[in-house]
């Protein structure tokens, strides 16, 4: 066995043992211990936002603690009344009851960019449906998101949780993430993070909830109130430097509405650069070998992302504008970049806007968010039938739409399902119902047509399909 | 309550327990057994943990069954009698694997 697995096995070891005490608890002490483990991370926002932004050197503290507050105080409102213990549904007409099972320890993977408050959502969902967590840091964040997983520990110890049910490792390793992801007592993956890792997560053969990349669309359309329009895009797009994925990354207006929407981004402070300037930008803030966002650019401010790319931009900036003219590898910009830089199209007409859309909708971002700003609900209507997204967010900030809570009744979740198109199960917001099995209990209910039914008939070659379902169905 | 049958005949220890081996009455519990097999032989000393009793393991109460699970022989550690839903426990934890139980 090696170093690596024998340190996965003394976690392992400890988080099983969790999973077989978790599963004594009932709905009550269930409840009692999230409650008290929101209170303790919602009490902590303010010292674990500033500890992951002087850790990780990217976001804004203000609103990392926004962040810490949706992943305490709103998932907590998500989740509080949720039955997850014992019998969830019965049903005596069907003959169906369905109870809830947990699954076992919860290997979570925490990103860089938003450290603490993924730590607090995927604690507060793993200890509602009884399931032992692991926590496995990014490296630059890992004394936050350690930080965070020992305040939740504490407060769950005190309300009387099983001790081992929230574990953390203290030096992450490649080969060690490895040995988590494979060993058969691993449950689930809660995999938050970049591309290779959900990749890696969803090829251990253990069961993995995964993330897809983004790459959203905003359309804002004639019928939009624009200056709400883009002062909703720059509070989501400059929302924590733009770390959130769900933030919109390219912005696409009718030649018709073009001019004024300019002029609004302007007025709120945005700064449109010129082609030499987004030559200069684009040598920044994408990596050459991979095609894909630099490291270094993720979660900066505009300020700072101007000065190390060599231009000089007016003070009070908050956001860099990009008039691109395409879509694809010979534009990098319009590929997804997590910080405040926005593409910027504007279309002939609304046809060219839409196939624009979808052209950024499927470079790299499939399955995950996209935006529309209008007021006619048939053009809502048809963007939505047109993008493939898990969530398509109307006339809301992006950023915070798609995660839920603040500006619709989604789920509040810093684990955004993007379904099959971004390699996932699912689509939705995940929470703790998708952290159970439920297991159904099922109750004779006899077909009556089925007895009434000469079986024998199904074997009749000669008789087709509607010979049998007619007298199958009759007096039915 | 914390009670022992020690047969010196076949050199079987045999430990009866109270409703709940939670974290504050299991380190008590390991303390007693352990002083209780202090000067027995090891070689072949057998131990019974009977949970007819216990409705409630905590992690601490498990580790106290690895531990002398580990310190004996093979097929020498066994529980018995426990409750179903303590039977899965201990299955959940994997300790099926390390340990007699039944």
């Given amino acids: 066995m090696s170093t690596e697995q024998e340190k996965a096995n003394v976690l392992l070891e400890k988080s099983i043992i969790a999973a077989g005490v978790f599963n004594q608890f009932n709905q009550n002490d269930v409840d009692r211990i999230v409650k008290a483990v929101y209170e303790a991370a919602f009490n902590n926002r303010v010292s674990l936002a500033k500890m992951a932004v002087e850790e990780t050197e990217l976001g804004v503290w203000q609103h990392k603690v926004m962040k810490n507050v949706l992943a305490s105080q709103f998932v907590y409102e998500n989740i509080k009344d949720e039955k997850t213990v014992g019998i969830l549904s019965h049903d005596n007409i069907s003959g169906i009851t369905e109870i809830a099972q947990p699954l076992g320890p919860v290997f979570a993977v925490i990103p860089v960019t938003n ?73 689930l993956i809660l995999a938050t993070g970049g591309t290779g890792l959900v990749k890696a997560a969803y090829s251990s053969g253990t069961p993995a909830i995964g993330v897809g990349p983004g790459n959203v669309p905003v359309f804002i359309d004639e019928s939009a109130d624009v200056p709400l329009a883009v002062k909703s895009v720059i509070s989501s797009k400059s929302f924590d430097n733009g770390t959130v994925c769900a933030s919109e990354q390219s912005v696409i207006v ?36 991979t095609d894909g966002m630099s490291a270094d650019v993720v979660g900066q401010s505009a300020e700072i992302i101007a000065k190390k790319a060599g231009i000089m931009i007016p003070n009070n900036i908050i956001i860099l504008m990009a008039k691109l003219d395409g879509v694809g590898e010979e534009y990098p910009l319009s590929s997804e970049v ?40 048939e053009r809502i209507a ?37 379904g099959a198109g971004g390699k996932n199960i699912t689509t939705e917001n995940i929470t703790a119902i998708n952290l159970i099995n439920v297991k159904r209990i099922c109750r004779r209910r006899e077909d009556r047509r089925w007895f009434a039914f000469d079986s024998e008939k199904f074997l009749d070659e000669n008789l087709k399909v509607n010979d049998i379902i007619t007298e199958y169905n009759k007096n039915y | 309550m914390l009670k022992f049958y020690y047969n010196k005949h076949e050199n ?19 303390k007693e057994i352990s002083k209780k097999i202090d000067g ?35 097929d020498n550690f066994k529980i018995v009698n426990t409750k179903l839903m303590i039977k899965k426990t201990y299955k959940i934890a994997g300790l099926d694997k390390l340990m007699n139980i039944e």
């Fill in chain 1, 115 to 187: 450290p603490t408050s993924t730590v607090i959502y995927k604690i507060l969902l793993c200890l509602k449906t009884r399931n032992p967590i692991i926590i496995s840091s990014h490296r630059r964040a890992k004394q936050c998101s350690i930080k965070a997983a020992q305040i939740c520990y504490e407060a769950a110890l005190k309300a009387g949780a099983p001790e081992d049910c929230i574990l953390w490792i203290e030096e992450s390793s490649r080969e060690l993430t490895h040995a988590f992801m494979t060993d058969k007592r691993m449950a």
């Fill in chain 1, 254 to 289: 009718e030649k018709k509405i073009a001019d004024e929407v300019i002029d609004e981004f302007k007025k709120q402070n945005c700064y449109f650069l010129s082609p030499d300037e987004i030559k200069k930008i684009e040598a920044f803030a994408i990596n050459e070998k």
């Fill in chain 1, 338 to 377: 997590l910080a405040p830089i926005l593409a910027f199209y504007v279309a002939d007409n609304y046809d060219d806007a839409l196939k624009t859309c979808i052209d950024l909708n499927y470079l790299g971002g499939i399955g995950h968010t996209a935006s529309i700003y209008a007021n006619d609900k």
């Fill in chain 1, 382 to 418: 048809e963007f939505s039938n047109l993008m493939n997204a898990g969530r398509v967010v109307v006339n809301t900030p992006s950023a915070q739409g798609a995660v839920g809570g603040l500006f619709n009744t989604l789920p509040t979740a810093f684990t955004l399902g993007c």
């Fill in chain 2, 12 to 30: 079987r220890l045999l430990c009866t327990f109270d409703e709940r081996m939670d974290s504050m009455s299991s380190p008590n519990a390991e």
């Fill in chain 2, 40 to 74: 027995l032989s090891i070689e072949n000393l057998s131990i019974v943990f009977d949970l007819e009793k216990v409705d409630f393991v905590s992690s601490a109460f498990m580790r106290i069954c690895i531990k002398f699970a580990k310190k004996l022989k093979k």
